[in-house]
């Protein structure tokens, strides 16, 4: 793939702890799969409303996944559209923007 850059959404929580660590192990569901679940700018919104709908109290996270290197593997995932995933930590470094971000109800 040629995307330069993915988000992920996080609990304002996590992030401040990732801050504190210097890298961030995933949530719940990414360690129970494996690796971190990242989404492009296109799959953002579906991500966000199926995941995260109604939530507030949450941060986005744009990922540079050039600086990531081979830990960023791309993989079939909703209706078999490429999904980026990081096989390792997230480290704090690789974020080059983290902003506050509600999540939509559903309905939108």
Known sequence: MTDAVAYKIIDAAEWREALAEGHYAGSEV???DGYIHLSTGAQLGETARKHYAGRADLMLLTVDLESLADTVVWEPSRGGALFP??????LVSAVTAAEAFDAPTGAD
């Open 85 to 90: 995933h990081i096989y390792g930590p997230l």
């Open 30 to 32: 990414d360690r129970a």
